[in-house]
């Protein structure tokens, strides 16, 4: 599993709440991804980090801001959640010395 | 044109079957293909991945085939087992300053029956 971690694993909220997902990591990979996951759309990519405070936009980023304040945390934060954002958000890492990405476990929001 | 299309959408073969997943891209810059394996309530796993450089690289019982004038590649399943059945992804990746930037297909959702 790459030693990544997700937090929450399923979390339930109301629209317009924020809602924050955190990314752990163990090995210190300097590259992390954020990705949800919707029937029929596969994998689209959110933010990236590639260092600390060094964060990006992906294809699907309007609604979504993230942190990186330590080399090991990786926080998604959904700042008024709408019902749209219902979907299961992955973490990933990038391997140090290929091309690869790891994926942590998900979580599943559900957005009332 | 960053799209990877990927087909079929579901898949169902006996145990034993070679099932054989497809996919294509458009973009030339492309340089890394990986599959992922993916069960219910788990995060994709990386199962095997090709260079343009190469026509096929084997696995185990996983194999791809790619083609690189006609920009497509596919996943072949020997001797498939109850096990396998997962969704399966098929992704490109590029080098982008650094950081990997990867477009995913849709998914092909596989059933082994026993």
């Known amino acids: 599993d790459a030693g990544i971690t997700q937090s929450p694993r399923h979390k339930v909220t109301e629209t317009g709440t924020p809602v924050t997902l955190r990314c752990h990591q163990t090995?210190?990979?300097?590259?992390m991804y954020w990705y949800r996951q919707d029937p029929g759309h596969g994998l689209r990519l959110i933010h990236y980090s590639y260092g600390v405070k060094d964060t990006d936009k992906g294809e699907v980023s309007d609604g979504y801001s993230v942190s990186r304040s330590k080399t090991e945390d990786f926080l998604l934060t959904l700042e008024s959640a709408t019902s749209s954002q219902t979907s299961v958000y992955f973490c990933a890492i990038q391997g140090t010395t290929t091309y690869e990405q790891y994926f942590g476990p998900g979580t599943r929001l559900t957005v009332t | 044109q960053q799209q990877v299309k990927q087909s079929p959408q579901s898949l169902i073969v006996q145990k034993g079957g070679i099932p054989i997943i497809n996919c294509a891209y458009e973009n030339t810059a492309f340089d890394y293909f990986p599959w992922y394996q993916q069960f219910p309530g788990k995060g994709p796993a990386l199962l095997i991945a090709?260079?343009?450089?190469?026509s096929e690289k084997k696995e185990g019982r996983f194999t791809i085939s790619f083609n690189k004038s006609a920009k497509q590649f596919s996943l072949h399943i020997m001797d498939s087992q109850p096990g396998d059945s997962a969704t399966y992804f098929c992704a490109a990746s590029r080098d982008s300053g650094g950081y990997q930037k990867v477009t995913f297909g849709t998914g092909t959702k596989l059933q082994v029956i026993p």
């Open positions: 090995e210190n990979h300097r590259y």
């Open positions: 090709i260079r343009p450089d190469v």
